[in-house]
């Protein structure tokens, strides 16, 4: 799969990578794209423009989704307006952005993104840092210059993202063979992709979740850079690579997403705790994040909701015992030593990516929850089965032990309990009498897929 992720499938046309100075004009006749496909709201912006004296076209992924059959989650246009004089049009928008500026144009729960068309950055133009700005290693800091529809195309990231569609006249513009691209379901970089990463990062990212989300190949030139540039990651703000990293991992192709991200050297600058454990203890470490990557993707498949805690949890979780076990041998009791590594391994984490407190927090619990799971005598396990995480803790422990720990049977245990009447789980706990807290295993009980399956879905939620 990721041999045919990383390969052209058809040699690329000449220049392709290059924008046109005149686009290819794509008329209704020659493409499928009906304008009432697109958000009523998002077309209504388009024409107001148009009738105002700009130029104005939905752009992007929205037109590049509805190529593929794909329903777009949201509708950019792009215009020769500037911010202020879109926000002159409407009295609902918003200029939002400093690094970029956008409008916000909203619709009751609808918010329609205008972009002004971007233009190649000058010296000139980079003598006003409030206009552009760059950093040393060629990283867009600011990027507000403004220019034509040509130049804009030129700015667009990959080729599938560079298609103008205008719903007045019924027609794509294309100005880098995209259309060509999304038929041979190939991603591929407009420029130099060493300069075009070295501008903005973030787009190696983009290019894994394009691939992964479409099931394109990636195009030889786009990738061949990628491995080298990746150390680049480690300078974009820790808040944004929050952003990307949902995007990235429910996108619902997690588990290819983390395969993609680790073959090229990306998973590291992102989670540098997890790459170490990843050279340590490979199997394990692999085997986990990708059963909780995949159990995620089968949720947004089916429609469920996904919080990002569980996920993290689990994304962080082999860099943690190593560190709780080094506590416990300089005499820390165990569950400070899991506090005190936890805090420790988070802290660490938001300095790459800002995994916000709202997660964070129950990151800590479901961690917490392992080293209270095995402590099961007197009346504990009533009080863990109250525990408002224990649903989570539960199906964390269920995901290690599928992962290869050994538990003693500890998650067979809890499954029986939640299931026994009163009187047996009486018995259960005096099974327990006489034998270490931290683990005995129990007597061997059928084994129940309802209540683990409701785990599964409490612990997402």
């Known amino acids: 799969m990721l041999k045919k992720l990383f390969q052209s499938f058809r040699p690329p046309v000449p220049g392709q990578h290059h924008v046109r100075t005149t686009p290819e004009v794509i008329h209704k006749s ?11 709201h998002a077309v209504g912006i388009v024409e107001r423009l148009q009738s105002a004296g700009y130029q104005a076209y ?8 509805l190529l593929l059959g794909i329903t777009p989650k949201d509708f950019d246009v792009a215009t020769s307006a500037t911010p202020e004089q879109v926000r002159a049009e409407f009295r609902n928008a918003r200029i939002i952005g400093r690094r970029f500026k956008l409008v916000h144009i909203q619709f009751g729960r609808e918010i329609i993104e205008v972009a002004t068309f971007r233009a190649p950055h000058s010296d000139e133009d980079q003598a006003d840092s409030h ?3 760059h950093n040393a290693s060629g990283r867009i800091l600011r990027d507000n210059v403004y220019g034509t529809l040509e130049e804009d195309a030129q700015r667009r990231d990959f080729t599938i993202n560079a298609l103008y569609y205008d719903p007045v006249n019924e027609r794509i513009l294309d100005y880098a063979n995209g259309v060509h691209d999304i038929r041979n379901r190939l991603l591929r970089l407009i420029g130099d992709p060493t300069h075009r990463y070295q501008e903005d990062p973030v787009r190696m990212l983009r290019a894994v979740r394009f691939a992964a989300k479409l099931n394109f190949g990636i195009e030889k030139h786009t990738v061949a850079p990628i491995r080298e540039l990746a150390p680049l990651l480690r300078e974009i703000p820790p808040a944004r690579l929050f952003e990307e990293s949902l995007k990235l991992f429910l996108s619902g192709q997690g588990a290819m997403v983390f395969e993609m991200l680790v073959d090229l050297e990306l998973f590291e600058p992102l989670f540098p705790a997890s790459a170490q454990a990843l050279e340590d203890r490979p199997s394990y470490t692999h085997t986990l994040i990708s059963q909780a990557l995949a159990n995620t993707d089968l949720r947004v498949a089916q429609g469920k909701p996904v919080t990002p805690a569980f996920l993290y949890a689990a994304l962080l979780w082999p860099a943690l015992p190593a560190r709780v076990l080094f506590l416990q041998n300089q005499g820390v009791p165990p569950i400070p030593a899991m506090n005190g590594a936890a805090h420790e391994l988070i ?16 990151i800590r619990e479901i961690w917490d929850m392992q080293e209270r799971l095995p402590r099961r005598s007197g009346k504990r396990a009533d009080q ?9 803790g539960y199906d964390f422990l269920l995901l290690r032990e599928s992962a290869g720990e050994q538990t003693d049977d500890l998650g067979q245990w809890w499954t029986d309990y939640q299931e026994a009447h009163d009187g047996t789980r ?13 683990g005995a295993a129990p007597r061997k009980r059928k084994r129940s897929n309802s209540k683990r399956k409701q785990g599964d879905d409490e612990a997402f939620e």
């Open 30 to 40: 020659q493409h499928s794209l009906q304008r009432s496909q697109f958000s009523r």
């Open 58 to 65: 939905l752009v992007g992924g929205c037109v590049r989704d």
């Open 426 to 438: 009486r018995e259960m706990i005096r099974e327990l009498g006489g034998r270490s807290e931290d």
């Open 131 to 133: 206009r552009s700005s």
């Open 384 to 392: 863990l089965l109250d525990n408002p995480r224990f649903r989570a």
């Open 347 to 362: 802290v660490e984490q938001c300095q790459r990516i800002a995994v916000p407190k709202r997660f964070t927090l129950p």
